[in-house]
């Protein structure tokens, strides 16, 4: 075989990983952004002023934020149950140091500070669960395109051939919900006096880049004849013309039908496209085809698993459109925001619960055929995640009252009451705090687009560079570090100066 086919075969005909494994690994990167949390509350209670090194900070947070990740998915894969129950006590020690070590002035009775805590009014307008929800969908994607290509890399984490539930499965459609949480038609709700179809003009010219990068991954990897997996998507077809064509659709579809009904609209798809892949000749046509595959094939069947999978993907689109609706109506206290989460569990629960239906009543989970399990399975686990980050986020919003003063970036910041003559001028104390203290988490997704290209770019690079599939843990744990640092040190530049590339 040749190194080609022997690339394609090593991430060919796997069947996944199970949901609790997949549950267990979503914990660790809220655990790792809590760990970070309280290493900066703590150098503060010892210091009086926050990390000022930029070196330093980049240093942290990639060694906290990211190495544990590359561990947990490659060689501390074998014990990834008990990596959250030490990261988790590692959080508790810290917590139990700044509580043991507050000034003595700030040593309040904890009763008080819990009421302190629940009364604590939050900025109604910034609400960084989605925003470290999507920069963490990058960054693990990232991880894993490259990572997948070593036998470090558990083969049950990679995507399954047709049924299953692979960690990389779920990463294809948290994308797709990241991108809806923030879509124009969430972030621009209050905007009803628009002609209905002005966002779907916007949309067409604004999904070009994707549309350009697809047809840009499609002749260099035909150019080149690198290796890749055709039932995933199809013979032409890539995820980038995905993300443009459900982007486009799911405007037109919100253009019709009103943005408080997309929940709806996103069911009826499901449930329809369930329907003929369980009634019809379709599921057979996805999987097997007409006659296999050719160059004197239809475009359709050529490219089935990409262009069909749409409808699904399309519901996934959907649905979380209605989750940022749901996250943005504007709760700015402690309390809306623990009944939030409250709903989350709730949500998680609902569709864990139909989950289980789904599979037993139809088929098992299907990225290929983005069926109703799979919907179902990647919004439940989406807003588990989500609900991981909004408790991170109370967690440090609590610490952070116990050390007055204190700042973590990408975090809620305690603000005064709207009648409070104090507000303005902790609001722009706050916007003071983020521009001095950089963080790697705004860096990455103030360039969210150009990392994830740079992303499988070194990706390609190094595949053609090593012989990824025979590599030893030493040399791909080094391998996997130094195109981790240099794609963050690069999006880590640009914020320093302030950089934004894009220009559509």
């Not at 267990?24 to 009086?48: D, E, F, M, N, Q």
């Amino acid at each position: 075989m040749s190194q080609k086919q022997l690339k394609e075969a090593f991430i060919s005909n796997l069947n996944g990983t199970s949901l609790l494994e997949i549950s267990a690994g979503l914990s660790l990167p809220p655990l790792c952004l809590l760990c970070r949390g309280l290493l900066l509350i703590l150098y503060y209670l010892h210091h009086g002023k926050p990390v000022s090194s930029r070196k330093y900070s980049l240093l942290l947070d990639f060694l906290v934020l990211v190495s544990p990740l590359l561990f947990s998915c490659t060689v501390l894969s074998p014990i990834i149950f008990f990596i959250p129950v030490i990261l988790a006590a590692f959080c508790a020690g810290i917590f139990s140091k700044i509580y043991s070590q507050r000034k003595q002035e700030a040593r309040v009775p904890f009763g008080q500070i819990v009421k302190e805590f629940q009364k604590a009014c939050l900025d109604p307008e910034c609400i960084p669960a989605i925003t470290v929800f999507r920069v963490y969908v990058n960054v693990l994607t990232s991880i894993s395109i490259l990572a997948v290509d070593f036998p470090q890399y558990p083969r049950r984490y990679a995507k399954a051939e047709t049924y299953g539930t692979g960690v990389m499965d779920l990463g294809v459609g948290a994308f797709i919900f990241g991108n809806a949480l923030v879509c124009p038609e969430v972030r621009h709700k209050s905007h009803t006096s628009q002609p209905r179809f002005s966002s779907l003009a916007r949309q067409v010219f604004s999904v070009w880049p994707l549309v350009s990068l697809g047809v840009g991954r499609l002749l260099s990897v035909k150019s080149i004849e690198y290796h890749e997996h055709t039932s995933e998507y199809g013979v032409h077809w890539n995820f980038f013309f995905t993300l443009a064509l459900v982007r486009l659709a799911a405007s037109l579809l919100l253009a019709i039908f009103p943005k408080h009904k997309a929940w709806l609209v996103a069911l009826a798809l499901a449930v329809l496209y369930q329907l003929l892949l369980s009634t019809t000749s379709l599921k057979t046509f996805i999987l097997h085809g007409s006659d296999g595959r050719g160059s004197r094939l239809a475009f359709l069947d050529a490219n089935r698993e990409g262009l069909l999978s749409l409808f699904g993907y399309l519901a996934i689109y959907l649905a979380s459109v209605q989750v940022g609706l749901w996250l943005l109506q504007g709760r700015g206290s402690v309390r809306g925001w623990l009944e939030a989460l409250g709903g989350l569990a709730v949500a998680v629960l609902v569709l864990s619960v139909l989950l289980q239906l789904c599979q037993a009543c139809a088929e098992p989970v299907s990225r290929r055929l983005a069926n109703l399990p799979f919907c179902t399975w990647v919004l439940a686990h989406c807003l588990l995640l989500l609900a991981f980050f909004v408790l991170t986020d109370l967690t440090l919003v609590f610490t952070k009252l116990l050390v007055k003063g204190s700042s973590v970036p990408c975090c809620w910041k305690v603000v005064q009451p709207p009648d409070s003559r104090k507000k303005h001028g902790m609001e722009a104390s706050g916007r003071q705090d983020k521009l001095s203290q950089l963080c790697l988490i705004s860096a990455i997704n103030k360039n969210q687009l150009l990392f994830f290209l740079l992303a499988n770019v070194m990706t390609g690079a190094v595949n053609i560079l090593i012989d990824t599939i025979h590599s030893k843990a030493a040399f791909t744990l080094c391998i996997l570090h130094l195109y981790m640092f240099f794609n963050c040190l690069i999006m880590y530049i640009l914020h320093a100066r302030n950089i934004v590339l894009k220009f559509w």
